[in-house]
């Protein structure tokens, strides 16, 4: 594929609703990884999987907090029961295999605002 | 929380001068890589540097490792104004996880 895809761009949820992030990585990668993005700071690891391996979910900040990659290549974040401190933009990376020093190839996020 | 800080937080310059922004990290690593974030964007990878590598070169990057002082520097020469954005510092410490610094905001006044 072109680049690692991403959906929805943006997404406005009420406090308390479910919200579930898309995302597409570059056709072939093993590897995928989920961060987090407050405003003003470096993105924060949630989560990482080798295909449909989930192998660290320890950046996870809840058991609000859930992803999975069931075939091996579209992975989902899903966030239940929304709160206000959820609101950042969720990036998606992957990797062509993830053994140090591979580069990752970042989609565009997903800002999700939580009101 | 983060491994690395980026410094300066902000820097602001003219274009065609020069751009330091330094990198410190925590724990030992096997290797650091810089990234480029524009304005609402994903992070593009712009370099990476071995734990063995002391300095590498990529077209108007300039990055230097220094492991005994648990710090990388990110020189961009004869900046843009396209350059303007945040970077980034990225380490695996710890093999799946890939720790970011804060950033450094850079303006390139044109």
């Known amino acids: 594929g072109a680049g690692v895809s991403q959906s929805p761009r943006y997404k406005v949820a009420k406090r308390g609703q479910d919200v579930a992030l898309r995302c597409d990585p570059i056709?072939?990668?093993?590897?995928l990884f989920w961060y987090q993005q407050a405003l003003g700071q470096g993105p924060e690891f949630l989560t990482y999987?080798?295909?449909?391996?989930?192998?660290?979910k320890s950046g996870l900040p809840s058991d609000r907090f859930f992803a999975e990659r069931p075939e091996g290549s579209v992975s989902t974040l899903k966030i239940q029961r929304t709160q206000q401190e959820d609101s950042a933009v969720y990036l998606c990376?992957?990797?062509?295999?993830?053994?140090?020093?591979?580069?990752?190839?970042f989609g565009p996020g997903t800002r999700l605002l939580v009101l | 929380s983060q491994q690395g800080e980026e410094d300066p937080q902000a820097l602001s310059i003219q274009e065609g001068e020069n751009a330091t922004m330094n990198c410190s990290y925590k724990?030992?690593?096997?290797?650091l890589q810089w990234y480029r974030q524009n304005s609402g964007r994903g992070l593009v990878h712009l370099i990476l540097?071995?734990?063995?590598?002391r300095e590498k070169h990529s077209g108007r990057l300039r990055v230097t490792l220094d492991t005994s002082k648990k710090s990388s520097s990110l020189l961009i020469t004869a900046s843009r104004a396209a350059d303007t954005a945040s970077y980034f510092c990225?380490?695996?410490?710890?093999?799946?996880?890939?720790?970011f610094g804060t950033g450094t905001s850079l303006t390139v006044i044109p």
């Open positions: 999987f080798q295909n449909e391996a989930q192998l660290d």
């Open positions: 056709s072939g990668h093993v590897s």
């Open positions: 990225a380490t695996d410490a710890t093999g799946n996880q890939f720790y």
């Open positions: 990376a992957s990797s062509l295999e993830w053994t140090r020093g591979e580069t990752q190839y």
């Open positions: 540097i071995r734990s063995n590598e």
């Open positions: 724990t030992s690593i096997n290797n």
